[in-house]
Every structure is written in C-alpha cells, then in structure tokens.
C-alpha cells in the first residue's frame, strides 16, 4: 500500500544517516501515507485517541511522582496533589476526566468502523487488536479507578473483582490471588497501582502494531470502496495531518469544559469519602463508561450467567468481521441494516441508562405498574447480541443492497461521497 | 467555510451534551426530600467565594462545629492561601498571616518534645493540620451515639447534593416529624436526611454564635455562611481553575480557528 519510497535526501548529513540507519525515510514515507481523500470527520478519532494517551501517560507519570499506594494513605495523597501540589489542580482532573475522554472518542472510534464496515476483509486482524485496545483499556481505566481509594473505588473494586470469584471451581482461588487476600486490601491497591502503570504501556505497543495494520492495509473510507488509482487518495501529511489537528482543537475544548468546569460532572460523589470496608453505599455504580455491561451483568438473575453474558458482551465484537457476511463494506449502501445500527446504537444508550439506575425502578410506566429497568435491560441485552446473531449474518445474505461507485474520485466529483 | 466551522461545533455541542445526559443518569436520586437550589455566589463559569461569608462560615465552625467534626484536608495555613477566606496580601506567605497564627495557637497540638522524646502538647502553628478530635473512629462512634461525625473538608464534595442539600439540611431540615413516623433513639427528624432520622442533633440556632460585623446571626445566615466556607474547603483551587479554564478556552477557540483555516487552505485546490 505504501508504495516505493519517495524520500530523497538532500544534505551530505541526510545522506549519511540514511545509509546507516533510515530513520527520516522512515517518518517522510510514514507520513506521506496515500489516505482515501473523501475521509469525513469521524476518522479524527484515532488522531484524537492518540493525543488522548499521551496525555493521559504524561499526566499519570506526574501524578505518580505524588501518589502514595497504602490504604491509610491514597485517598489523603490524592486531596494532597489537589490542593499542595503545583498544578496538581489541573493535572489530576486532566486525568481523570481524560479517562472519560478516552472512552468517549474510543467509543465513536469503534461505532464509526462499524458503521462503514472497518472490519472487513482485509482489515480483519486491525479491527482485532482495536479489540483488544478497547479490552486494555477497561482493564486500566478500571484499576485507575480503585487508586482514589474512595468508597467507589473500593466498592468498585469488591464488585469487579467479585466477578471472577463467580467461576465454577477455580473461582475462589482466582479471586484471592488476584486480591493479593481475602478482600480488597493493601495488596490490592498496591498491585493494582502497579498494574495500572504497566498497561497503558501495553496499549502503546497494541496501538504501534493497530497503525502499523491500518498502514498496511490502508484506511477504509465511508464508501467502503478501495482506492484504486493515485486520484483516488491524498498523503496522510498535509492533509489530513491538519483535518486531524482541527478535530483535536475541537475536542480539546470539550475536554477543557469538563476539567476546567465540571470536573466532577462524570464522577460520583461517594468517591470523595474515605473507603470504609465495613460502609456498603447505598449504590454501588460503575464509571458511565461501564454502565452498559453493568445493565447486561444484572439483567440476568444468576451470577455466573451474568458474568459470562457480560464477557460475550465484549468477545462478540472479536468475531465481528466474520458475522458480519455481507459484500458491501459501508452502510451506506446497506439500507435495512442501516437501520439495524442505529437501533444498535441506541440499545446501547437504554443499557447504560438501566445500568445507572436500581433494577427493580420504574423505567417505563405502561401497562400494569410499569416496565422495571430490569426488564427493560433484559430487552436491550438481547437486541444487543440479536444484532451480531443471527441479524448481520442473515442481512449480509438477504440484503438488497444500493448500487456502489465506480472509485472513490467518481463519487467525490459527483458529490456522493 | 465558517458553515463547516459552526457545523462542527454544532456537533461537538451534541456531544457535549449527551456526556451531561449520561452524567446525569450517573447520579440517581438519594431518597430524602430534594433540596430546594439557591443562589451561591461559586457556581457558574465565573464564580468566585464570598470571602466575609467564608469568614463567618469559619466563626461558626470553630464554635460550633469544631467540637465534633473534624477538617481532615485543612492546616492552618491553608486559611491563608491565596483565594482562601483569610488570604491577606501583606503575607504572601501564608505562614506569616497574623490571624491564622492566632486561630492556630488556639488549638492545642499533641507532640514530642525535642529534648526528652516525651509526649507534650504544644499551641498550633499555622504548618499544623487541623488536629484530630478523636483518638480512633471507634472512640468517634463511641461518644456520639453509634455514628462517626463526618469529615467536613470535603463534606460538600462528597455529598450528591452538595452545597444545596448541606444548605437545606442545616437550615431547613430540622421540623417536627409527621405523625405517624417513629423517630428512633438517640436521632432526630430531619426532612433531607437520607431516610429522615438524622444522629446529629440541630446545630444551629438563632445567635448561636455572636458575629462581631455583618449580618446577624440567624439560622439561615449561618447555614449559608458555613456552607460558603465549607465548599471552598472542599474546592480551594475552584477560582483559579475557572480563571484558567477562560484563558485556556479564548486560546483553545483562537488556536482551533487558526487549525481550521490552515485545513482549508491546504485542501483548497481539492475537491473532497
């Protein structure tokens, strides 16, 4: 895809380092990277993503030069970095709510691949190891969590990990292990300090090898149609270099509006008391950005169904591209399952909805005493998986789909694309 | 061009505002009656603390709160920060302010004296924290019927209601219970208590404590004052953060105009 080199250096210095270690080739040609020219705005995602964990990891490193891992200690430690530490007023918000931020563009990144079929052949294993991102990601965001060591954190933690505890035979012991004791303790926060720092580093690496595929295969496009001549793309640098910039100009003002105004808007307020094992809040809720496969852990009354519904929930989206049996990449061109997304999409929204709320409330008041959250989870769960089995596979073999453009430049010209 | 501007800060907008819409189904509804909102002077993009409030907040939970509840967060100094209720620009260092050195040395700190290594008790310096009230939380439960009287640095913070619900809980909780409703031993009826039946008994009543300038000391009055001082304890960086935050957006918006104009002229010769 990328094609012969067209770096050329200039200077006798140029010269030199390129014959012993091409280094500059290798960022001209990376750069010069022959992207789709009709890539809309929800491409900028990844550009956005990417600005998002370097911020979060430069943020994170100085926030743990202050942070202490003891349970007498954190939460005090964490009050210290908000009101002694230089700027620590804006560097713990910062990432804090960048781990909102994270999910936020993290989530539209995946929506938009599914939506103009990313997935597909020949971008099977970039959609995996995005998978396997968004998989590390939970992981960290959720240790992130525990570190304030507030009652969220604690309770939080209790619950999740109380997850593993619910595998037949092994369970109990994986569970311990994993706590380091019988419950959430010292050695708990400790490791899972630890383990917070290691992974964001495992996310760069899967985000080096998820560009190092996107490169290789090349970008796919809201048409869904490859490039076929030189026409039909653009380097990445300048153009789309500065489409990302804008983007993330864009975005970076959502995120100021949050640090700098709410910075406790996406949090919640038993995180600023002390965990206390032996105070159960009245309400033990996840980070919003976990509420969806918290509704589909409780839509089921037992445990360990739950568990693993809330797993599939997740391992699902590995399979995708061969679920997915259609031709045609974008929905676009895909006029009834077009529609299937979008009810997908707001599935997801009733899920993180009952997710936040008690399950035996009221969600919708009809019919007899009304439609309690638990059920109202319980249908969009089984939308949620009625969608990736049996309805994509079926629609990918009985769908009539709208013609598809010639190339990418004819509907560019054309205004279709 | 500037369509397309507004077109993407249309959708950042709606962006925006489902992360408020998925913020606030976060925060379900505590039970307990929902407390009216007022009008605090720190809410809003520009607000910024009332410092006589934070002043007579201060008064009232040195003589009234200060027996019970302790400030965990809060040293001495801390009163004497810049944007805090006692900030004086004379004492750049807050270590030097005169009236925090007083309401320090008014509190009796537990040391080790240097020389012999025994255990004495010392008046407070401003660099002291807030001392603990309690030798132990069991102690704290112990004297005070069974419940630990909570932390108030960060009480604001910490509760769904914040500043409102504190406001409403002080001033206007405290009524007869309605008939029919059994009050348990050793609590008092409060209306925006979660579940009603509070251990702590009214604290605030009128002249409880004598304001030496400024309004007079009504329930009310004090409930407002206290909780002024109560939010910027647990929010002491909240005016610096805004001021920021406005510097940071004017560049974010001018520096994001300049990216968006430097798109389009790179892209001008191309039809996408």
């Known amino acids: 895809m990328s094609g012969p080199s067209t770096y050329e250096p200039k200077y006798a210095a140029e010269r030199w380092l390129d014959k012993r270690l091409p280094i500059v080739r290798f960022g001209v040609d990376f750069m010069a990277f022959p992207s789709p020219r009709n890539l809309n705005y929800w491409y900028?995602?990844?550009?956005?993503?990417?600005?998002?964990?370097?911020?979060?990891?430069?943020?994170?490193?100085?926030?743990?030069?202050?942070?202490?891992?003891?349970?007498?200690?954190?939460?005090?430690?964490?009050?210290?970095?908000?009101?002694?530490?230089?700027?620590?007023?804006?560097?713990?918000?910062?990432?804090?709510?960048?781990?909102?931020?994270?999910?936020?563009?993290?989530?539209?990144?995946?929506?938009?691949?599914?939506?103009?079929?990313?997935?597909?052949?020949?971008?099977?294993?970039?959609?995996?190891?995005?998978?396997?991102?968004?998989?590390?990601?939970?992981?960290?965001?959720?240790?992130?969590?525990?570190?304030?060591?507030?009652?969220?954190?604690?309770?939080?933690?209790?619950?999740?990990?109380?997850?593993?505890?619910?595998?037949?035979?092994?369970?109990?012991?994986?569970?311990?292990?994993?706590?380091?004791?019988?419950?959430?303790?010292?050695?708990?926060?400790?490791?899972?300090?630890?383990?917070?720092?290691?992974?964001?580093?495992?996310?760069?690496a899967l985000v080096g090898l998820h560009i190092w595929a996107v490169h290789h295969v090349g970008q796919n496009n809201p048409i869904g149609i490859e490039p076929k001549t030189k026409e039909d793309t653009l380097p990445f640098h300048p153009f789309y270099t500065m489409k990302d910039a804008f983007a993330i100009g864009v975005f970076m003002m959502i995120f100021a509006l949050f640090v700098f105004y709410l910075p406790d808007a996406l949090g919640h307020a038993d995180n600023y008391q002390k965990a206390d094992p032996l105070k159960?809040?009245?309400?033990?809720?996840?980070?919003?950005?976990?509420?969806?496969?918290?509704?589909?852990?409780?839509?089921?009354?037992?445990?360990?169904?739950?568990?693993?519904?809330?797993?599939?929930?997740?391992?699902?989206?590995?399979?995708?591209?061969?679920?997915?049996?259609?031709?045609?990449?974008?929905?676009?061109?895909?006029?009834?399952?077009?529609?299937?997304?979008?009810?997908?999409?707001?599935?997801?929204?009733?899920?993180?909805?009952?997710?936040?709320?008690?399950?035996?409330?009221?969600?919708?008041p009809i019919g007899e005493g009304g439609m309690t959250f638990k059920w109202l989870s319980r249908i969009a769960t089984f939308y949620y998986f009625a969608y990736f089995i049996p309805i994509l596979p079926i629609m990918g073999w009985i769908e009539k789909t709208k013609p598809v453009p010639d190339s990418i430049t004819k509907a560019v010209l054309s205004g279709d694309a | 061009m500037l369509k397309m501007f507004t077109k993407t800060l249309a959708i950042a907008a709606v962006v925006t505002f489902s992360l408020f819409i998925s913020a606030g189904l976060a925060s379900a509804?505590?039970?307990?009656?929902?407390?009216?909102?007022?009008?605090?002077?720190?809410?809003?993009?520009?607000?910024?603390?009332?410092?006589?409030?934070?002043?007579?907040?201060?008064?009232?939970?040195?003589?009234?709160?200060?027996?019970?509840?302790?400030?965990?967060?809060?040293?001495?100094?801390?009163?004497?920060?810049?944007?805090?209720?006692?900030?004086?620009?004379?004492?750049?260092?807050?270590?030097?302010?005169?009236?925090?050195?007083?309401?320090?040395?008014?509190?009796?700190?537990?040391?080790?004296?240097?020389?012999?290594?025994?255990?004495?008790?010392?008046?407070?310096?401003?660099?002291?924290?807030?001392?603990?009230?309690?030798?132990?939380?069991?102690?704290?439960?112990?004297?005070?019927?069974?419940?630990?009287?909570?932390?108030?640095?960060?009480?604001?913070?910490?509760?769904?209601?914040?500043?409102?619900?504190?406001?409403?809980?002080?001033?206007?909780g405290y009524v007869d219970a309605p008939a029919g409703f059994k009050v348990g031993e050793g609590t008092n009826y409060n209306t925006y208590f979660p579940g009603n039946q509070i251990a702590m008994a009214q604290p605030l009543f009128e002249g409880g404590v004598e304001y030496k300038d400024g309004p007079e000391a009504t329930v009310d009055q004090m409930s407002k004052d206290l909780v002024e001082f109560l939010a910027w304890a647990g929010d002491p960086k909240m005016e610096v953060r805004k001021k920021t935050g406005f510097g940071a957006f004017l560049f974010l918006f001018i520096f994001t105009l300049l990216l968006f104009m430097t798109y389009k002229e790179v892209w001008r010769n191309v039809k996408h």
Request: with cysteine; proline share 8%.
């Open chain 1, 44 to 204: 900028a995602f990844g550009g956005i993503l990417t600005m998002i964990l370097m911020l979060q990891i430069i943020t994170g490193v100085v926030l743990a030069m202050h942070y202490t891992p003891d349970v007498n200690l954190a939460f005090d430690s964490v009050q210290r970095i908000r009101r002694d530490v230089q700027f620590g007023w804006l560097i713990q918000p910062m990432h804090a709510v960048g781990a909102s931020m994270f999910f936020l563009a993290v989530y539209v990144h995946m929506f938009r691949g599914m939506y103009y079929g990313s997935y597909k052949t020949p971008r099977e294993l970039l959609w995996i190891i995005g998978c396997m991102i968004y998989l590390v990601m939970m992981a960290t965001g959720f240790l992130g969590y525990t570190l304030p060591w507030g009652q969220m954190s604690f309770w939080g933690a209790t619950v999740i990990t109380g997850f593993f505890g619910a595998i037949p035979v092994v369970g109990e012991s994986l569970q311990q292990w994993l706590l380091g004791g019988y419950s959430v303790d010292n050695p708990t926060l400790q490791r899972f300090f630890s383990l917070h720092y290691l992974l964001p580093f495992v996310i760069v």
């Open chain 1, 280 to 364: 159960t809040p009245p309400e033990i809720v996840p980070e919003w950005y976990f509420l969806p496969f918290y509704a589909i852990l409780r839509a089921v009354p037992d445990k360990l169904l739950g568990v693993i519904l809330m797993f599939s929930a997740i391992a699902v989206l590995f399979v995708l591209p061969w679920l997915d049996t259609a031709k045609v990449r974008s929905m676009r061109f895909r006029p009834v399952t077009r529609w299937f997304f979008i009810i997908f999409i707001f599935a997801g929204f009733i899920l993180g909805w009952c997710g936040a709320r008690a399950p035996d409330d009221i969600a919708i």
């Open chain 2, 29 to 172: 509804a505590a039970p307990g009656a929902k407390p009216d909102k007022q009008k605090w002077g720190f809410k809003g993009p520009r607000g910024t603390y009332d410092r006589p409030a934070m002043q007579r907040g201060y008064q009232v939970y040195r003589e009234v709160c200060a027996s019970c509840h302790m400030l965990e967060q809060l040293s001495f100094h801390h009163l004497a920060d810049k944007g805090a209720p006692f900030y004086d620009e004379n004492f750049p260092n807050p270590n030097d302010n005169p009236v925090v050195k007083a309401f320090a040395k008014d509190w009796e700190i537990e040391d080790i004296d240097q020389d012999s290594g025994d255990p004495i008790t010392r008046p407070g310096v401003p660099a002291d924290g807030f001392p603990d009230i309690y030798p132990n939380a069991i102690a704290a439960a112990a004297v005070n019927g069974g419940a630990i009287p909570p932390d108030l640095s960060l009480i604001i913070p910490a509760r769904g209601g914040g500043a409102d619900y504190l406001y409403a809980l002080l001033a206007n």
